[in-house]
C-alpha cells in the first residue's frame, strides 16, 4: 500500500479527536443529542482548523446506520465510505471553481431528488466566499426553505465575503487557531503512535510555525521527519525551518546590555554566516523581549522552557528599556524592505538600540567599550553588575553622610538600575535605626522582594553611607511616601500638566511616570 501523508492519516474521524475546537464540538454534540438539527451550517476559520473534517464528522453523525448520534460507529458502511469520499450523497463543492450560476442551478437540482442510501443529503460548499454573487442569490431560498432531506454545511476562510443575507440562514462557528501547546501535544501523540523518537522542543518548533494550523503542522511533521531521517531533534527542525536559534538572540541582549558593539555585530555576522533570516530574527527578538517584560512583571509561566535565560535578562534591563527595545525591534522590522540589505536593516536596528539605551548611568559600559581601544588590556573596565571599588577619599566622605529620613530623594541617588531601582523607588521608609531600614511595598509590587534584589540594594546603600546597612521589607499598605508617589504628586501640581487636564481633557498615566534618577553611575541588576 502506497504512503498516506499524515495530515490524511491522523485526520480526525470522530468529535472526540477533534483538537482545539471544543466550543464547536460542544455544541454540535448537544444538538444531535438532543435532535435540534438545523438545516445550514457555517464553519469559519483559517486554513487547516478543521473546518471540513468536521463537516464529514457530522454527515456521519446524521448518516450512520446506527441511528443519529454524536459518537457514529465507524465501522458501518456508511461511515467508511464518508471516510473514503465515496459516500452517494455527501456532495463536496469547490466554490473557488464552481463560483457561478449555473453551478448553484445544478446544485439545486440534485438537491430536490431523496438521499440515494443515507437519511440526508449532505451538501458541503468549501471555500464558500468565492461564490459570485448572482449564485448566492440564487440560492438564497433553498438556504431559507430546504427540502428536509436536506443539510447544507459552508465552509470559508473569509466570512465578511459572505453577504448577510446568506449569514443569517446558518448557524454559524468560528473556528479558533489552535494554541501551539494543544499542536505540539497531538504531534507527540502521532510520533508515539508512529514510533518514531522526536524531541519535544523539535515538536515546540513545528507548532510556532505553524501558526494555529493542525494540517500544516502535520505536514511540517512529515518534511521533518524526510529531512532528519527519522531522528527528530531541535537542530535538524531548526535547519529545515531555517529559524534562529534562541542562542542568538540571548548573545545579542546581553551585548546590548554590556554596550557592547562589537560583541553584537559579531553575533549578526554569525547569523549571516549561516544564512540565518533577518526577518524572522527581529520578529523573535521582539518575542523575547515580550517574555523578559513578563518576567519583569512576575507573569512568567513556569513551564516556559528557557525561563533561566530569561530571568536573567529581566535582571540585566530596566522595564523602560525592554519596552524601549520591544519598539526598535518592532520597527526595525518594518523598515527592513526599504534597507540596503537585509544585514544592513537587522545590524541597524541593534546600533539602534544601543545608541538610544536610556542615560541612568548603565552607559558606562558603552563609555569603557570606546576606552578599551585607547588603553591597554591590563586596564579592564568592570562588567554590568560589577560593584566599583570606592576611591578612598570618596570612601570617606560616604562615611560622614547622614540621613535625614528622607527615602524618596536617597532612592533617587542610589547607584542602582533594573529591577533594583524599581525596589527603591516603589518602596517607602516605614523606620530606620541608623544601619537598619524597614521598608514596605505594596501587595503588586511583591515581586520585587526578591532577595537577589534586596541584596543589590543593600550594597548600594553601603555604598552611599560607607558602612553596612540591613533592610527587611515587609509586604502592604503603603501611605503615599514612596519615591514613585512624590514623582505622580509632583507631575499632578505642575501648573502645565494642570493646564492640559483642566483646558484639553488630558488624563495622567500614573503607571507612566518615573522618578528621576539622580545618581551618576548604577549598579545593573545582573
Not at 104 to 127: C, H, S
Not at 129 to 150: G, Q, Y
Not at 445 to 470: C, N, S, V, W
Request: charged share 25%; aromatic share 6%.
Amino acid at each position: 500500500m502506497s504512503y498516506q501523508v499524515l495530515a490524511r492519516k491522523w485526520r480526525p474521524r470522530t468529535f472526540d479527536a477533534v483538537v482545539g475546537q471544543e466550543h464547536v464540538v460542544k455544541a454540535l454534540t448537544h444538538a444531535l443529542e438532543q435532535n435540534r438539527l438545523h438545516h445550514a451550517y457555517l464553519f469559519t476559520g483559517t486554513r487547516g482548523v478543521g473546518k471540513t473534517t468536521i463537516a464529514r464528522i457530522l454527515a456521519k453523525s446524521l448518516n450512520c446506520e446506527t441511528g443519529i448520534s454524536a459518537t457514529p460507529c465507524g465501522t458501518c458502511s456508511t461511515c467508511t465510505e464518508i471516510d473514503s469520499g465515496r459516500f452517494v450523497d455527501l456532495m463536496e463543492i469547490d466554490a473557488a471553481t464552481n463560483t457561478g450560476i449555473d453551478d448553484m442551478r445544478e446544485l439545486q437540482d440534485n438537491a430536490a431528488y431523496a438521499p440515494t442510501r443515507g437519511r440526508f443529503k449532505v451538501i458541503v460548499i468549501d471555500e464558500v466566499h468565492m461564490l459570485s454573487k448572482a449564485a448566492f442569490n440564487s440560492m438564497l431560498k433553498t438556504f431559507e426553505e430546504p427540502p428536509e432531506h436536506i443539510k447544507f454545511v459552508l465552509a470559508t476562510t473569509d466570512p465578511q465575503k459572505i453577504p448577510v443575507t446568506v449569514l443569517s440562514r446558518c448557524l454559524q462557528f468560528n473556528l479558533k487557531q489552535m494554541p501551539a501547546a494543544a499542536i505540539s501535544s497531538h504531534l507527540a501523540r502521532v510520533l508515539a503512535a508512529e514510533e518514531i523518537d522526536g524531541d519535544q522542543a523539535a515538536l515546540r518548533l513545528i507548532a510556532a510555525a505553524a501558526k494555529g494550523s493542525m494540517r500544516d503542522a502535520l505536514s511540517l511533521l512529515d518534511q521533518a521527519i524526510a529531512f532528519s531521517a527519522g531522528d527528530l531533534s531541535e537542530a535538524s527542525v531548526r535547519a529545515m525551518l531555517g529559524t534562529v536559534d534562541d542562542s542568538f538572540l540571548f548573545a545579542i541582549l546581553r551585548a546590548v546590555a554590556k554596550g557592547d558593539a562589537r560583541a553584537a555585530l559579531a553575533v549578526a555576522d554569525d547569523m549571516e554566516s549561516r544564512n540565518l533570516s533577518f526577518d524572522e530574527a527581529l520578529q523573535d527578538l521582539a518575542a523575547v523581549l515580550h517574555r523578559v517584560a513578563f518576567a519583569q512583571s512576575a507573569a512568567l509561566p513556569n513551564d516556559d522552557p528557557k525561563r533561566e535565560s530569561i530571568l536573567e535578562l529581566a535582571n540585566l534591563f530596566a522595564p523602560e528599556e525592554v519596552q524601549l527595545y520591544y519598539q526598535i525591534a518592532l520597527h526595525g522590522r518594518q523598515d527592513l524592505p526599504f534597507a540596503p540589505d537585509v544585514y544592513a536593516g537587522f545590524t541597524m536596528s541593534l546600533l539602534r538600540m544601543l545608541a538610544f539605551r536610556p542615560d541612568d548611568g548603565a552607559s558606562g559600559a558603552a563609555e569603557d567599550l570606546a576606552a578599551s581601544g585607547e588603553h591597554s588590556n591590563a586596564e579592564t573596565s568592570g562588567q554590568p553588575g560589577d560593584v566599583r571599588p570606592m576611591p578612598a577619599e570618596q570612601h570617606g566622605r560616604a562615611a560622614q553622610r547622614a540621613f535625614d529620613g528622607n527615602w524618596p530623594a536617597l532612592a533617587k541617588s542610589l547607584r542602582v538600575s533594573g529591577m533594583t531601582r524599581q525596589l527603591a523607588q516603589q518602596s517607602e521608609l516605614k523606620s530606620f535605626d541608623r544601619d537598619v531600614f524597614e521598608l514596605c511595598v505594596p501587595a503588586a509590587m511583591k515581586h520585587l522582594t526578591d532577595k537577589g534584589y534586596l541584596d543589590k540594594l543593600k550594597e548600594a546603600l553601603r555604598q552611599h553611607f560607607g558602612r553596612p546597612i540591613r533592610i527587611s521589607v515587609d509586604v502592604g499598605v503603603t501611605t503615599g511616601n514612596s519615591a514613585q508617589d512624590h514623582a505622580v504628586a509632583s507631575i499632578q501640581q505642575d501648573a502645565f500638566v494642570r493646564g492640559l487636564v483642566e483646558n484639553m481633557d488630558a488624563t495622567i498615566i500614573p503607571s507612566s511616570i518615573r522618578p528621576v534618577n539622580s545618581a551618576m553611575g548604577s549598579i545593573d541588576d545582573k
